[in-house]
């Protein structure tokens, strides 16, 4: 069975421009939530999607979008890319979200930097 | 709104020898589950063990076992017989069971575990 997709793994942006990540889950998987890791804040909850409905967000600006296809795929966007948007992205999926039997399942990440 | 504490951001054990890493959290919730996660130098974050609250007996898998304390909001993670293969960052995630699935895992700072051959 393959694992979480991410891409890309690294890209490379400049302040003001938006960028888009990607996340195939792992196949039969309805829930896909993305992540944030950052040196100085660690780990943060963005949001959750399932059967194409974001269910739940962290407390992230409204640059920070995402969305999710008929198909579990999920895509998150950032626009107008600020220095501190410089991290490592995580995507993570399950059968149906969070907690209990329904453990995630990490993707390796998209590392973006901002420039 | 959860918290979660780990306050040891680094340790460094000889290889074969058993180590503790301390996690604590502070919830409102009766029902959660608790995760311990490891995030080796390639960031692929894995599960390594995790705890129904409700359960009073330790949950084990192989070298992992933790010691939870539900009143004393304590979950920690005992590694035996450490490994090399055991480096990497390790981060403790209470859920609630309230959310429905959508609630989004509170991680810790992580402790970054460091085996000595």
């Known amino acids: 069975k393959a694992g979480v997709t991410q891409t890309p793994r690294y890209l490379i942006k400049t302040r003001g421009q938006q960028v888009t990540l990607s996340c195939s889950p792992i196949?039969?998987?309805?829930?896909v939530s993305w992540y944030q890791q950052t040196p100085g804040q660690g780990l943060q909850f963005l949001f959750e999607y399932f059967s194409e409905t974001q269910r739940n967000k962290g407390n992230f600006p409204g640059r920070f979008s995402g969305r999710q296809f008929s198909n579990s795929r999920s895509e998150m966007n950032v626009s107008t890319l600020e220095l501190g948007d410089s991290a490592l992205y995580l995507c993570?999926?399950?059968?149906?979200?969070?907690?209990?039997?329904?453990?995630?399942?990490f993707g390796a990440g998209s590392r973006l930097t901002v420039l | 709104a959860q918290t979660v504490t780990q306050s040891q951001p680094e340790m460094s054990v000889q290889e074969a020898e058993t180590v503790t890493l301390s996690c604590t959290y502070d919830t409102s919730e009766n029902n959660y589950y608790l995760f311990w996660y490891k995030q080796p130098p390639s960031r692929q974050m894995i599960l390594v063990i995790r705890?129904?609250?409700?359960?009073?007996q330790n949950a084990t898998e192989n070298r992992f076992s933790v010691n939870f304390q539900k009143a004393a909001k304590s979950f920690s993670l005992k590694i035996s017989d450490s490994q090399l293969g055991d480096t990497a960052m390790y981060f403790c995630a209470p859920i609630s069971l309230s959310g429905g699935g959508a609630d989004g895992l509170t991680f810790g700072k992580g402790t970054h575990l460091i085996i000595q051959p």
């Open positions: 196949s039969g998987h309805r829930s």
């Open positions: 705890q129904e609250a409700y359960k009073q």
């Open positions: 993570a999926s399950s059968p149906q979200g969070a907690g209990g039997a329904n453990v995630l399942t």
